[in-house]
């Protein structure tokens, strides 16, 4: 599409825009009865709607059936997981049995290395790439150490080339095809929360297959962002958060895939409690383990039911409209932030320009007093991310940013210099 710097171009894409009506779905922040211009779902989803009565219709059966509401509510809690199974497995790319709705991201993360980082001989290594956000590197530093090894020793960075930002797929085959025989895991984020780029997984699992090294993905920046085949890939495992592009709520409830080819390796070693045991027997109170099979044999705890209604209420509209759709407004919507960006000595955009390696988010970083631009914009009625030293992270998502939103950004952007 031939794009136009103006507003009435801008309004003419939200009026031919097939997922205009979406934004209504949501609560819009506003700011003395004006609305925000909110450019950071990358970092909280904004409120659907119909969260509110999901977790009303929680409470009220909290209120009127007490600890009966477990097998006899609307919707009974004891069961609460299996209600995901569809919707997730869909933003992921997985069958039903290899996902699971349970706990907090940096929980999971740490789960799912007790069971697949497997350290042996001199196989003991596990490649990050250079810019891994800070708790996957905390948990893999300290699995490392778990295993009485050294973090110095065993964790192997894939960096950018000299000068650059973004990492290079080539450069990480290569890594991968160097230390083949001393790689227990490949670790990434799908797409890296600084720079917005999305990683080729799909390249870099089947290197990993190849070589028989496990590869787990942080789909943090991912879920509900890009589309996701898990399963096809051939990743081992993977786990994600709900509050970003998901909108599920602060601190919402996050989730697990482990793919089918592990759904029975039940002489992993993993972190057991009651809720990962056979269903049938659960209630009987025996001593010993019998996991479930599949992702569900990884849960440990009952489930946060008031987490997990938020969660369902926004899952519903994610199963509405359908990745392929939201794909494909996010890649015209944030090329035409991309579009509308001033080009000059001020701005430069870190995130891959080519829309196949990126999500939805456009990190900008600003070369001088970085800082007061962003304090402006901020006065202006935008959120959006400052992340140091001088990077402005901007994410237009497509269930609730209109272009319009989008223009009048670069209209502010351009008007802070
Ligand atoms: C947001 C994010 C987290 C946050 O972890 P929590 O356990 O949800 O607090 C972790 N890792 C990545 C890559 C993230 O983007």
Redesign the pocket.
Known sequence: MKFENSLAFARKLDKEDPLKSYRNLFFIPKEKGKELIYLCGNSLGLQPKTVEKELKAELEDWKNLGVEGHLHGKRPWLYYHHFFSKSISKLVGAKEDEVVVMN????NLNLMLISFYRPQGKRNKILVEANE?P??YYAIEQQIKLHGLNPAECIIEVMPPAGEVNLRTEDILAKIEEYKNELALVMF?AVN?YTGQFFEAKKIAAACNEHGIVIGL?L??AIGNVEIKLHEWGVDFATW?SY?YLNSGPGGV?GVFVHRKHATSFSLPRLAGWWGNDEKTRFKMLKHFVPQPGAAGWQISNAPILSMAAHKASLEIFDKVGMKALRKKSELLTGYLEFLLPVNSQFKVITPLNSSHRGCQLSIQTLAGGKRLFEKLTKAGVIADWREPDVIRVAPVPLYNRFEEVYRFAELLKGTV
């Not at 907090?104 to 929980?107: D, G, H, P």
């Open positions: 907090q991201l940096s929980v956000f708790s996957d984020s929360y942080d943090a920046h958060c970003k996050s």
